[in-house]
């Protein structure tokens, strides 16, 4: 049976996709910060006679992500890795802007690199993105500079640090910016989907970024028009490729390529 870990899964999008893969006949570890909420959703899909196993994961702790990693080790290997948690603070300024890149972007990269050694060799890692993180909503010089062929870690990081020191000074829509730390937080994420896939090199896995749309979830609101069955399609979709010919490092929302 494969294994499948959803963060930020106890409810809304996250939910959606565990129910679904574990429908799929995956054993699915449905991870969430508030480990009561995350346990209660993992029974009610046990009520279903599925395999889903509940575990404390925050994202926004390293402590919480290596007691994760060290119960993932008794585990048979990760088949797909859907790094769906996030969150979408209220309020612009630096501390906002520091907390969203650390819990959107960085969150996901700590998750996949802790667990890096428990992936299956032609595991499926999926980044939950937004339309909201696309480049268009960037300056032409930055746009360059995350899109460029030799990207690295560190260059993302940097970009990073630009964008939490001009909301400090209140300069970011003059740096290349938008006043969104949600939407440049998803553009580090999908810069971050690139890097990666090229870190893989010739390994047979494979990491794609997806974008659900506007979905009704509690962050999406009610006026969404997408259904979370609708949001949850495409995730699922990247979460279960199968086969060589898989696309590696690319932006898709309905199973179909997106502009960065």
């Not at 909420?37 to 009610?44: D, F, I, L, M, V």
């Not at 630009?162 to 970011?172: K, L, P, T, Y």
């Not at 006043?179 to 999908?190: D, I, T």
């Amino acid at each position: 049976m494969p294994i499948a870990v959803v963060t930020g899964a106890n409810r809304g999008l996250g939910l959606e996709t565990a129910h679904t893969l574990a429908r799929r006949g995956y054993r699915v570890w449905l991870t969430g910060r508030d480990l009561n909420s995350s346990e209660q959703a993992a029974a009610a899909l046990r009520a279903e006679q599925l395999d889903v196993q509940a575990a404390l994961l925050d994202i926004a702790e390293p402590a919480s992500i290596r007691e994760f990693a060290h119960q993932m080790a008794k585990e048979p290997p990760i088949a797909a890795l859907v790094n769906n948690a996030g969150a979408s603070l209220k309020g612009f300024d630096a501390n906002i802007a520091a907390s969203t890149l650390d819990n959107n972007y960085r969150g996901a990269v700590r998750v996949t690199d802790a667990l890096w050694h428990r992936l299956a060799p032609d595991a499926n890692i999926v980044f939950v993105s937004s339309g909201m993180g696309e480049l268009s909503n960037l300056s032409p010089l930055l746009r360059d500079r995350l899109l460029s062929a030799g990207l690295t870690r560190d260059q993302i990081e940097a970009v990073a640090k630009e964008f939490v020191d001009a909301v400090a000074r209140g300069e970011q829509e003059s740096a290349g910016f938008p006043s969104n730390a949600y939407s440049v937080s998803k553009a580090l994420m999908n810069a971050f989907t690139r890097v990666l896939s090229r870190e893989l090199g010739d390994s047979a896995r494979r990491v794609n970024a997806v974008c659900p749309g506007w979905v009704k979830t509690r962050m999406g609101g009610s006026a969404a028009p997408r259904s979370l069955s609708q949001g949850a399609s495409g995730i699922v979709w990247a979460a279960t490729l199968s086969g060589d010919a898989r696309p590696n490092g690319g932006f898709f929302r309905d199973g179909k390529p997106i502009a960065w």
